[in-house]
T-cell receptor, first 109, second 110 residues
Framework: RKEVEQDPGPFNVPEGATVAFNCTYSNSASQSFFWYRQDCRKEPKLLMSVYSSGNEDGRFTAQLNRASQYISLLIRDSKLSDSATYLCVVLNTGNQFYFGTGTSLTVIP | DTAVSQTPKYLVTQMGNDKSIKCEQNLGHDTMYWYKQDSKKFLKIMFSYNNKELIINETVPNRFSPKSPDKAHLNLHINSLELGDSAVYFC?????????FGPGTRLTVT
């Protein structure tokens, strides 16, 4: 079983739409959780950390459910510039990061 | 200022050759990593070093040998390159839980 599983998509949504991505992780001892964004032919970049209480950064909201081992990312009012691949990332004991396969988002004018 | 840099950015070589990729970070981070991203875009950890010491060595052929001369550098040497080694190789560094990636090295083995 993979450490981190994501729906690869693709998600094609119109500008202004709300879109949600989900991710599950297999190790209940996982310590920290993140969403990264990767543009085409570029390196992954940290979008936001995910906290147990849920956290928001502008149009982006991340949620963590430790009981269900589930992480989500909600993007409101999608912009064309949000088009990218979104990677769910889990940090386990031993300082090892595990990446999901990524969910592809295309925002359409 | 570039935080994590890699050279070269592109590398095209023939099967059987030996090549190296260099990585440097100027963030003062303790931990550095090598990842491989294949054609299906899956990003997989290969190695991790903490203060020049190897702490993670995933199931990687021993043709791949990392070397960390100091905390700011982590190089990757690959012997006897194979077609399946074609991928993008990313270096990253972290202090605590946040990772910063280099721009990647796109390796094509012909």
């Amino acid at each position: 079983r993979k450490e981190v599983e994501q729906d690869p998509g693709p998600f094609n949504v119109p500008e202004g739409a709300t879109v949600a991505f989900n991710c599950t992780y297999s190790n209940s001892a996982s310590q920290s959780f993140f969403w990264y964004r990767q543009d085409c032919r570029k390196e992954p970049k940290l979008l936001m950390s995910v906290y147990s209480s849920g956290n928001e950064d502008g149009r982006f909201t991340a949620q963590l459910n430790r009981a269900s081992q589930y992480i989500s990312l909600l993007i409101r009012d999608s912009k064309l510039s949000d088009s990218a691949t979104y990677l769910c990332v889990v940090l386990n004991t031993g300082n090892q990061f595990y990446f999901g396969t990524g969910t592809s988002l295309t925002v359409i004018p | 200022d570039t935080a994590v840099s890699q050279t070269p950015k592109y590398l095209v070589t023939q099967m059987g050759n030996d090549k190296s990729i260099k990585c440097e970070q100027n963030l003062g981070h303790d931990t550095m990593y090598w990842y491989k991203q294949d054609s299906k875009k899956f990003l997989k950890i290969m190695f991790s070093y903490n203060n020049k010491e190897l702490i993670i060595n995933e199931t990687v052929p021993n043709r791949f040998s990392p070397k960390s001369p100091d905390k700011a550098h982590l190089n990757l040497h690959i012997n006897s390159l194979e077609l399946g080694d074609s991928a993008v190789y990313f270096c990253a560094s972290s202090l605590g839980s946040e990772q910063y990636f280099g721009p990647g090295t796109r390796l094509t083995v012909t």
